[in-house]
């Protein structure tokens, strides 16, 4: 659901509520917001939210904001990473030889590989879309991640006109795939699968770099990784080895202030930690 705080007409704030709901109740989470026009706004609407979480008897609220939000009262550091803290972005103002240079050397070499190998990048459509989620659901057993139902990535694609799927292929043979979507001048990268029988092929190196091609000539001025281990990341960080991938296309890094949680019934919320630790 949608909350939105006005001045007349105007919309000053905004927030995307994702409402998580469970026999043992609902949890809210607002990702990558609130949005907002000037700070004193944003404080009215979380203050407005916060309210009608307690109507409606809200175990927890979770806020991770896309620039500092001074939030006061009882709100701490949630200690999760839903969402990434940092990401890499690249300045697609540049010419493409000038993205290809200011990567890391191993990252226009793995380009390269792929492209001598004969791997081919086309965009996918709906067709696709249970092949990529075959790629999708081994990348996940691999790597240890959640895979979300077929039909979550099929709403993906289908649901915005500005989303895009790409399919890598050697021999005519899928090995690869990359789903992201277009925003506000923005590409951003979300979903990556790969064959892992194929990984000399170097096909996500490819699929990256057409992405980034692919968002260019839409008119995009930026290509967003999505995510990757804040500068102060620990050598072990869940996030490592995805961050190194990123790595090697440069780009800047932005970090985002850390996930912070309101607890609205602390026994309950600890009843529900509890069992997910025993059950899973």
């Given at each position: 659901m949608i909350e939105v705080l006005q001045e007349g007409e105007t919309i000053v704030a905004s927030a995307l509520i994702v409402n998580?709901?469970?026999?043992a109740?609902?949890?809210w989470e607002i990702p990558r917001g609130p949005l907002w026009s000037d700070e004193k706004a944003a404080q009215q609407l979380v203050e407005m939210i916060v309210a009608k979480a307690r109507a409606?008897?809200?175990?927890?609220?979770?806020?991770?904001?896309?620039?500092?939000?001074?939030?006061?009262?009882t709100w701490q550091p949630s200690g999760r990473s839903i969402q990434p803290t940092a990401t890499r972005v690249i300045d697609l103002t540049q010419s493409e030889e000038e993205i290809l240079s200011q990567m890391h050397q191993k990252g226009r070499y793995n380009i390269r590989v792929a492209e001598k190998a004969g791997v081919s990048v086309r965009q996918g459509g709906e067709n696709d879309i249970s092949t990529f989620y075959q790629l999708l659901k081994g990348t996940g057993n691999r790597d240890g991640f959640t895979v979300h139902p077929e039909s979550h990535y099929r709403r993906f694609l289908t649901s915005q006109s500005s989303s895009f799927l790409l399919m890598a292929e050697h021999e005519k043979k899928p090995i690869a795939g990359l789903l992201g979507v277009i925003w506000n001048g923005t590409g951003i990268y979300y979903y990556g699968a790969s064959d892992h029988a194929a990984r000399a092929l170097m096909a996500p190196y490819l699929l990256q770099w057409q992405a980034m091609r692919h968002c260019k000539v839409a008119g995009c001025t930026s290509y967003d990784l999505l995510g990757i281990s804040p500068p102060d990341a620990k050598a072990n960080d869940s996030w490592a080895g995805i961050s190194d991938f990123k790595r090697k296309f440069g780009g800047t890094i932005q970090t985002y202030p850390k996930e912070h949680m309101l607890v609205l019934k602390p026994v309950r919320k600890l009843l529900v930690g509890l069992k997910r630790r025993i059950l899973g």
């Open positions: 998580d709901r469970s026999k109740g609902e949890v409606a008897g809200v175990i927890v609220v979770y806020v991770s904001p896309s620039t500092p939000l001074p939030l006061g009262g």
